[in-house]
């Protein structure tokens, strides 16, 4: 069979790239060096016209399998990695048959969970990672997806404000469902517990685990995390008539997790005057959807979740309480996000993203203040970050470096 590429790749020195040399002997200048989780298959990364996409080698069926897991998982607004393309009768110089080819797009800014972990880990930063694997876990199940490989190894992780993204890298295994059986989603959750159990004794063999942290205790947290967060968003409540209010409460709480709510079922309790509510959940990302309708940006929640408060904040510091939100909006963005971005230099942009960058300049813009007694002003605060803090942090953009 020919070599065929099939899919929407975008960028035809794709078909270029020597697909008769087993990936793991590609030469030394198609190659960018990036953080790489740990896998069965060999993963490989390339740059063409500015774009850095991974490569995986897997068999064809696999690759075929996977290529149309990871389009359905982005049809659906699932947070996973996006796929380009399957290269498949690939032969070598001998002749001999190599494995097909998956390509995806790299996620700019995301890193495996060992390169977030790469110095000691302090147990705040572990609870952030593991709080953004339980969301990603409820979100697929909501989505009907069995993953069937839950670990930190198959997923990359984007900071977003104070915490983190999660991003499933890893399909092979998965199926999609119109609805996730409940043997299916217990089975994923056992599973996770005993994948994260292995990577936490593995971290702690490397030296890279905080002493104060178990093992065993953090692969628990994962589930309970991951239980406590799914009865929020799926179990009934039942409530007096007259309780409409805690309907609101409810909603407001979903709301705060990043979940949206598209419709509510109410029945009444047989012999009583209490009715039973359960809000049909959507996916998240209330406030991200919020931002990207008012501003163009599209954010992480958190970060979206920081801006808006920001913008909400302007509303009533320059008396718009009662002007049009999207007028606000772009006022917002066009006297204050953009220049506070633009006033970082050109040569240190890369190493965050605008909304991450602007959220921890707020951060520091409120330190500043505690300390000085009186709000310093946005100026002042990104002049102070930018010298005293964003210098020294690493270019997680450009992690990218030729081989």
Known sequence: MPLQL????????L???PWDVPLEQWPAHHLVSLPRGISRHVVRFVRLSGRVYAIKEISEYYAKREYRLLWDLNRLDT???????????????????????????HLQFSLPY?????????????????????VLLVRLHLSGFYWGDCSLSNVLFRRDAGSFAAYLVDAETGELHPMISEGQRLYDIDLAHTNIFGEMLDLEAGGLLHPSVDPEEVAGSVCSRYHTLWSELTSDE?????DWHMIDQRIRRLNSLGFDVAEMMVR??????????RPKVVDAGHHQRRLLRLTGLDVEENQARRLLNDLDS???????????????????LMEIFHPAVEAVPRELRRKLEPAQLFHEVLDHRWYLSEAAGNDVGLPAAVESYVKNILVFKPDEKALIVED
């Open 15 to 17: 078909i270029r790239l």
């Open 268 to 277: 009444r309790k047989s012999g009583t005057g209490r009715l039973i509510v």
């Open 314 to 332: 302007f509303r009533v510091s320059y008396g718009l309480r009662y002007e049009e939100e999207a007028i606000v909006a772009h006022r917002w």
């Open 238 to 242: 039942i409530i007096d008539e007259v």
């Open 114 to 134: 060992r390169a977030v972990m790469s110095g000691t880990v302090r147990p705040e930063t572990l609870n952030r990672l593991l709080d953004a694997l339980a």
């Open 79 to 105: 947070p996973s990695v996006e796929p380009v393309a399957v290269v498949t009768g690939r032969t070598g110089a001998d002749g001999e048959p190599l494995d097909s080819a998956l390509i995806t797009r």
């Open 6 to 13: 099939t899919g929407a790749p975008g960028d035809p020195d």
